[in-house]
């Protein structure tokens, strides 16, 4: 028997799995062997596709940015979501605060989400 292709997900919510068992169940159904495996985190998702104890991962941007650059550019993307293709950061500033370059947030703070999030829009502070 053919080994299956095996697809990382992070488990962010419960329906996750339902909702990778219907991709596994449509693939093995016609023809294509699939399985996958369920990460806690992204750091452990690109860990164990960099090792090559996954095939895939269905990563977010911001998983993507990072396995790209561990990588050594040598990762590929192989499909996107339609709501990811206009991805971007934006920084928003008070007008009194003479922002008006990224030169001059040097020493500045910021408020960001969770380093993994990408609706947190932050690859421009981590990477």
Same mark, same amino acid.
């Given at each position: 028997? !053919?080994?299956? +292709?095996?697809?990382?997900?992070?488990?962010?919510?419960?329906? &996750?799995?339902?909702?990778?068992? +219907? +991709? @596994?169940?449509?693939? =093995?159904? $016609? #023809?294509? @062997?699939?399985?996958?495996?369920?990460?806690?985190?992204? *750091?452990?998702? &690109? *860990?164990?596709?960099?090792?090559?104890?996954?095939?895939?991962?269905?990563?977010?941007?911001?998983?993507?940015? @990072?396995?790209? *650059?561990?990588?050594?550019?040598?990762? /590929?993307?192989?499909?996107? @979501?339609?709501?990811?293709?206009?991805?971007? %950061? &934006?920084? &928003?500033? !008070?007008?009194? !605060? $003479?922002? =008006?370059?990224? %030169?001059?947030? !040097?020493?500045?703070?910021?408020?960001? #989400?969770?380093?993994?999030?990408? /609706?947190?829009?932050?690859?421009?502070? *981590?990477?």
């Amino acid at each position: 028997m !053919k080994k299956p +292709i095996v697809v990382g997900s992070v488990a962010y919510d419960p329906k &996750i799995v339902t909702i990778w068992d +219907i +991709i @596994r169940d449509y693939f =093995n159904d $016609n #023809g294509v @062997r699939l399985d996958y495996v369920l990460f806690s985190n992204y *750091e452990a998702q &690109i *860990e164990y596709l960099l090792s090559g104890k996954i095939d895939i991962a269905w990563n977010t941007n911001v998983a993507w940015v @990072r396995t790209y *650059e561990l990588s050594n550019h040598k990762a /590929q993307a192989l499909l996107m @979501r339609d709501t990811d293709i206009d991805f971007k %950061s &934006i920084f &928003i500033a !008070k007008t009194n !605060k $003479n922002i =008006n370059s990224i %030169s001059d947030l !040097k020493g500045k703070k910021f408020g960001l #989400g969770s380093k993994d999030s990408a /609706q947190a829009a932050i690859l421009p502070y *981590e990477f």
